[in-house]
Structure formats: C-alpha cells, structure tokens
RNA sequence: CGGGGCGUGGCUCAGCCUGGUAGAGCACCUGGUUCGGGACCAGGGGGUCGGAGGUUCAAAUCCUCUCGCCCCGACCA
C-alpha cells in the first residue's frame, strides 16, 4: 500500500477522551474513529488487523474440528424466553421492536440460536458431536462503555458451541479448545495466563478465562506457586479458625448514626473481623440477607451462583426497613431467622462474639453468637478473596496481578438443551437433552490488548502475526532519483513476493516519515536514504528493539523476506 | 443509576469568573525556501461557541431545561 494514496489519517496528539494508551494510540494511529460511546468505526488499518486476528482464530478453530457458521444479529425475542434469558440478564442486553410490536433482541451472544437449529436438525447420538463456531458482532448495552475497543457495544466476537452425548464427550471438545485458545494467543504475541473463573448468567459449573497480562487489565486475578489461578470472581482462599471466646451475653449498644462497617468499629474500639456485614439483596422476587465478616467485600459473583443466577440488587433503604424493622446501615441477622433467607459466608464461626446490626435505628448488639442468637443455616463462600489471602489448594499466599479477558470457555452442561427442548436418542431409543459448551474470544479486544501489552512512547508495537503489514519502506527523500528508484523496486520485489508492504511514497520531511512509522508500529522499517545509497546499503530497523541492520541494496529484499519469515514463524 | 468534569473550525485547547469585533497551535489550500526523527516564511479557506428557552440595548460568557462525551463508583455474558 503507499501512503500517499491510503486512507490512514495519524494524529500527533492524544485524543482528549481516550483514557488507555491501547485507545489512544488506535485512534492517533488511524484504526479507528467513535461515532458515539462504545460505538467504532474501524478504519482500513484497524480492520486489516482485526481480520489477520480474526484469521489466525478461524485456522485454529477449523484445525480443531469447528466448523463456521453464520448466526443472525437480530433474533427473535421467543428464542430468549425460551431459555429464561430475556428475563434473566438485565439492562445489558439491547432490545428491539419491529414494526408489528414484535419483540426482538441484538445479540449479545448466540446459545440460543445454535440451540434452535441443533434441535430441529439433530435427533441422533450419531449426529453427535458438532461444534459450530462464528466470527461477528456482538451488541452489549454495557452500563458503562469505555476504554475504545476494551469495553465497547458493539464489537466482535467468536463464539463457538458444542454438542455432546455426554461430559466424557464435552470434556474432550473442551480440551480441544483449551488447547486451541492457548495457540491462538500465543500466535497472536500475547502473555496470558488462564484462570478457573466465575460463568456469570451464562450458566454452567467449569469454565475458564483466558487473561492477557496487563496493569490496565480490569480483571483482577489470583494465582499461587501450585498452579491454582483464579479471577477475583471465582478465586477461593485458605483461611484459619480463630479461637473460640468465652460466651459472653448479648447486649445492646447505642451507636448513634454510625452506619458502615468502618464508622461502628471505631466508635466501639474494635477491629472491622469482629462485626458482621450484613447485605440486604433480592434475588429476582426473594428477599435474603448476606452475612459476611465486617472486614471482607462481599463477592457478588459467589453469591450469584448460591442463589441460582437469578438476577441480583441491592435492596432499597425503604425496603431494608420494612424487612427488617430497622433502617439502613444498622441491619443484622438476629431476629430475621424464618423471616428471610439468611446466607452465611462460610468463615463465620459459631464460637466468637460478634457485633451486628440491632435492626432498630441507632442500635448495635455487641457478643451475637451464631447458633444461639441467630441461626444461618445456609453457608457459602461470599466473599472476595484480597491481597495476601492463601491458596485454598497450596497454602501459600496467592500472588494478586491484572488482565483482559479476551477468552472465555464454558461447560454449559444441558441448561439451554433442557429449556429449549434439544434432545438426541441414544442407541436404545431413549432421549436425553444434548450436552453443550460454549467457548468465546474477544476478537476486537485482543487488537486493544496487544497494544496494550505492547507499546512505547512513540507508538504501537505489533507481533509480526497481527501486524497490519510486515514492512514499513521510508525512503528518506522521496524526491531524490536513486532513493525513489531503489524504493518503488524494492516495494515491487516485496509485493511480488506475497509480502504486506506499507511504502511510505509520500513527500513529507524524513521526521514525518519516521514518526508516523513508529506510530503505526509495523515491526520492520526499512530505511532508504543518500548516504546509505552512497555506500549501496539500505537500513533494517527493528520496531521493538530500534537495532538497525545495514544491508546491500541487492540482498534487501531476501534478507526483509528472511526476517518476516523468521518473525511469523517463531510465534505460530 | 449516584458523584464529579467537559462540550468553542478536522484535532488539542485558550477566551467564560467580571456580557460588548470569536482566538492560538496543529492539520488543510497556494507560493517559496528546506529535507536522516513531527521545518520555516508569506498568503488563504474553514466555527449559527452541543441544542432549546430565558435575562439583557447586547450572550461563547449570566439563568433554566435538555442532549452528548469523559472519569470515579455501582454493574458486566
């Protein structure tokens, strides 16, 4: 491609709502313009990578047995209730209305609309198993859109589906893909780590999700020496039985508006490990209080899962009172038993005095014992493991670090299959719903997260494998004869050659030239110039490393051919 | 949804407090000089100051409403 006929406008300065260097450095280098939050356009060389992503991803899906397919944007509002799902995710999902009031919905991703098709085309165990994948756009109507790429409403995904007979057949399907997953990160450039984590509303026990390793990453992620990783979601932690106290008798305080865990512990002189937090939430229609020690944060996540991944909130000021008797901020468990359902965290004990909530306004009780003052039967890791906690598998303590996720991978099991009806016969003839897995990749994303993992201060750095060329030509002097010459049979050679050339034709000053390349940051430059011409060599510079390799201009072009070669090969 | 900030040529911003001729740099067009890390000189084009209403002789500037964008929090398939 020459520039003097591309459509790639840079920018010199950094856009004034971008927050992420990925952000900045899409929008300075030309990939992409935003027409409204969370809304892109991509541009000629932000496609170009996209689709070498979107390349790498679609071969490594083919070589483990996928097949591609095609699933519409806009579907059919049944289809989701159907699976429970148009009244389970909230606000994300973008709905829609045809002109006959018809209810639709954009997808946000595709369970249903495999499912649909699997059930109406497979009736045999020996149908069994496929597994259908797409590349396309995905429409989430996030809260809060940001970060470009990182974070958008629309923006594209793979997803691919399985389905099996039975686990032993999911379990080999989501193997494949697990290997899968970790050759196409790795051949797009990327450090990643992968970390059991939380399946959120699309349902399912075992999952996993790739992180790419990034302080701006908005994953958080624990990991310890043994191999355990998890995000902050799902992650687990060991912890240690504090001895059992005295029983003390229960007695009531007044603690004047002293509302949250922090206020109430300084005004009794106690640590925050000494109260219990207690979180008033609906889950859909039911009403149940959270109980958690006072100095951890409640996981949301977990929680979810222990209620069945009905959708959660908070309950309302006015809706705590009623429930309780007693206002916001002085809630505790102790006379709520068989009013409401009551869940524990699992590490609150039975042997300690804890301090609660009086459920009356301006009131704490001080030595609540659980058991005899409050009993909550129902106990379940609540809450999120923090720095410094141990590894519930090791012991050892848990090292915190960020990511992106760009992958995630599911076993669903039969939750769609069942509420959908897809169901196979076995060889004796009896039916059973179709085991099913699920496994997505942020393709859009991992453009953003490989700039993010890889950039300096002048600009994007690409991994030859997603690179939107593989060589940058500057002539120096785009009007001087010889360096004109040498550079316009050095772009032909390397045209001719299959080699993805950017060729840098136009009549701008050197300093231009070099600033732009970096900022567009194709991993090799070659550099043609009067005083390289005047001793017959040209330059090779390496993007990342800024080593400058002088070559005869007759062995130019096989020695560019050597390094791209080298390059693609070393990281697929 | 709660809190905060910002909307002024294509981009980055000043001007607003204290009302009175719309500005700078970059980008763009013309001519010239220049040419190994975002040049210089001269000339030029381009903005109903997010929108609506109000106050005023007069509004980018003050008031009200509204829309959009960004950040923090909440949320996230």
Redesign the pocket.
Known sequence: MRLSQAFL????????????VS?KLM??AGMMR??????YSLLPLGWRVTRKVAQIVREEMDRAGAQEVLLPVLMPAELWQESG?WQ??????FRQRDRGDRDY?L???HEEAVTDIVRNHVRSYRDLPQNLYQIGV?F?????????LM?AREFIMKDAYSFHVDDTSLADTYEQMREAYTRIFTRCGLHFTMVEA?????GGDVNHEFMVTADSG??QVFASACGYAASS?RAAFAWTPRPAEPEASREERSTPDQRTVEEVAAFLGVGPDRLLKSLLFYAGEEPLLAVIPGDR??N??KL?QQVGGA????ATAGEIEAITGGPLGFTGPVGLAGKIRMIGDTTLQEGRNYVTGGNKRDVHLLNVRLGRDATIEERADLVTAKEGDQCPRCGEVMQVSRGI?VG?IFKLGCKYSEAMGAHYLDAEGKEHPIVMGCY?IGVTRIVAAAIEQSNDA??IIWPMPIAPYHVHIVP??A??PTTRETAEALYAALTEASLEVLFDDR?????????????IGVPL?V???????AEGI??L?DRRT?V?DRVPVGEASDAVRTRVEAALRTSS
Do not use: C, Q
């Open positions: 406008p840079t920018l010199k300065e950094d856009p004034a709502d971008a927050e992420l952000h929008i300075r935003k027409h409204a939050a969370g809304i799902r389970n995710i909230g606000k994300e999902l919905v997808g946000p991703t995905k989430r109507d996030e809260v809060r859109p940001r970060f470009g974070r939380d399946s959120g509303a699309i908005e994953s979601e944060e409640l949301e996540a979810a959708p959660l909130r908070l996720e995630h997505g002048n600009g120096v002097n009007k001087e009549d701008e000053r050197p300093g231009t030239k070099f600033k732009d390349a970096d900022l430059r550099t043609i110039g009067e005083k390289g011409l040209v330059e510079r800024g400058v």
